[in-house]
């Protein structure tokens, strides 16, 4: 099973958006360079998220583009859903293997899985390992200097 493309971009666009939301709104080409994503791809895919109220605009100098809603509140399978994508099988002959019915079913309850993963819960994930990989840089940093 794997998350199509559009709905991978989606979620990785959100993502820079919950990391940078108390700082400052982010423009889709900034968060195109970070992610390498086509602009008019990634442009394509905000419209999409603006139409179903996870994003907001902000026009004039500083704008850009804002979560709509708390980050608590916004969940993975919401972003994929709202750019009309579903969990599909990476391979599509599955049907001759298993029945249809399964694929759905499993597919639900991928869905489940991902609506209890917020956008909060990933970047606090996001923040605690690179405070760990800080925390391991500088000790290596110590010992490097100590050594010589």
Known sequence: MKIPTKG????????????????RPLTIAEIAEKQNISLSYLEQI??????NGL???????GGGYRLA????SITIAQVIR??????????KDTSEYLPY????????QIYNFLDGITLAHCITNLETREQLENQ??????????VAA
């Open 8 to 23: 991978r971009y989606a979620v990785s666009a959100m993502l820079d958006l919950a990391l940078n939301d108390k700082i």
């Open 82 to 91: 709202s750019v009309d994508e579903t969990v599909q099988n990476s391979e």
């Open 69 to 72: 809603q708390g980050v608590d």
């Open 46 to 51: 905000f419209a999409v998220l603006r139409k």
């Open 55 to 61: 994003v907001r605009g902000m026009r004039g100098p």
């Open 101 to 108: 019915e399964l694929w759905v079913e499993l597919s639900k």
């Open 136 to 145: 391991l840089l500088m000790k290596e940093n110590t010992t490097e200097s």
